[in-house]
Each structure stands twice: as C-alpha cells, then as structure tokens.
C-alpha cells in the first residue's frame, strides 16, 4: 500500500531560525513528489515537484531534497518568517497509479 | 473552471442535520479527491475518484458519510444525522489523472460547524 508519513506533526520555531520537515514514503513506482503550502483559511498550493531525477530543489527561501534510495524527502526553510506559518503537505505519485497518496501535513508555526 | 471550488465556504449546522458539500473541479481533471482536517489534525483521507467512480472510498469514518460524482465532474459529499466529532474543514483536490501523477490543485474547502 502506498503510504506517506509526516514529521513532526507540528512545530513551533522563532522568527530567523531555520526548521526542517520530514516526508517518508513507500509509494512505488515513484514518480514524483510535490510539496505544498497551506496557509490558515487556503487551500494548499504547490511549492516545488522532485522528480526522480533530482536531489535538490530550491524555491527562495524553501529548499527541498530527495532521496529515492531511502524514500524520504525533506523540506529545510531557511530564516523564517512569519508568514511561513502553515501547514506543509508532502504528496507523492507512482508511475503505475492514478492516484496520489497525500501525507497528513505539518503545522509550522513561526512565533515573533 | 479557473481552480478547484467548494461551497458553501462556511456551514453551521445542528446536530443530527444533514448536510450536503458541494465541490466543482478543474475542468478536464478525471481524479478527485476529498479529505478533511480536524482542528489540530492533519489531512485525513476520505474517498478518492477516478471519473464517476470511486475505486478507494477507504477513508469514510462511517456509513453517514457519503459521496458521490456525477458527469466526471462535480462531486457532492453527504454527512447524514451529523455529529458535533464531524466539524472540520473539508477539502476537495482534483488532478489530471495519468500515470506518473501531476499536480493536485485543491479548493479553498469548507468549514463545517456541528452544534
């Protein structure tokens, strides 16, 4: 069964400080594997799409890598600020499925 | 349309209701999805569609949930004699459905109150 969990479920970090979120999948074939924003009362967006291919990917001030070897990816967010606040979703597609497998998401906070 | 909507935005119902959440996807997307989120909880899957279909409906707490879609397109999800554990924030996301995935693009949700 493709599955994809989330670490931590949450975390709270002052404003400038840089934070790191985990994604671990089992989804396979894999594909690709996005990463999204969720700002309070929104809809998740898309932040950046790691292919298979790719080990690095930087958009500003976020910065995602990959491992297709272990199957985890992560999400670092560098010098934080306050409207980082959100929830972060990993999403993760397989080659042979239709179907995406979404991971619960991690509630970032980012405190003044 | 231009994105992924949902409606009503914000529903507040009485237990024991029933209530009706309305989601129109992306023209074109044959995968739709809905999920909800509980205060101070992550995205829990509900149901999955593929076009009028539902090959996973796995993630339905309970036989007062229902969904279904129609025409490929717009998907209606049912929660019957409502209880106050099912306020959350419903979320419906649609894709183009190929092999290999592409992007989700996800609806604003709706906010569901039971009182």
């Known amino acids: 069964k493709n599955q994809v969990e989330q670490s931590p479920q949450s975390l709270i970090i002052l404003e400038g400080k840089n934070c790191t979120l985990q994604?671990?999948?089992?989804?396979?074939?894999?594909?690709?594997l996005r990463w999204y924003k969720q700002d309070t009362g929104r809809g998740p967006v898309s932040l950046t799409i790691m292919t298979f291919s790719e080990n690095t990917k930087s958009n500003g001030r976020y910065t995602a890598t990959l491992d297709a070897d272990t199957k985890q990816s992560s999400l670092h967010i560098t010098a934080s600020q306050l409207s980082d606040s959100a929830s972060y979703i990993c999403?993760?597609?397989?080659?042979?499925?239709?179907?995406?497998?979404f991971g619960a998401g991690t509630t970032v906070t980012v405190r003044a | 349309g231009a994105g992924v909507s949902q409606s009503p935005s914000n529903k507040v119902t009485e237990k024991g209701k029933d209530v009706e959440l309305r989601c129109d996807p992306i023209?074109?997307?044959?995968?739709l999805y809905w999920y909800r989120q509980s205060l101070g909880q992550g995205l829990e899957f509900l149901i999955y569609f593929q076009g009028n279909s539902a090959p996973d409906k796995s993630g339905l707490p309970s036989d007062r949930f229902s969904a279904e879609r129609t025409g490929g397109s717009v998907s209606t999800l049912t929660i019957q004699r409502t209880q106050q554990e099912d306020s959350a924030v419903y979320l419906c996301?649609?894709?183009?459905?190929?092999?290999?995935?592409?992007?989700?693009?996800f609806g604003q949700g709706t906010r569901l109150t039971v009182v």
């Open positions: 996301a649609s894709s183009l459905a190929h092999g290999g995935g592409t992007e989700a693009f």
């Open positions: 023209s074109g997307h044959t995968a």
């Open positions: 999403v993760v597609s397989a080659r042979n499925d239709y179907k995406l497998s």
């Open positions: 994604c671990n999948y089992t989804v396979s074939p894999f594909s690709n």
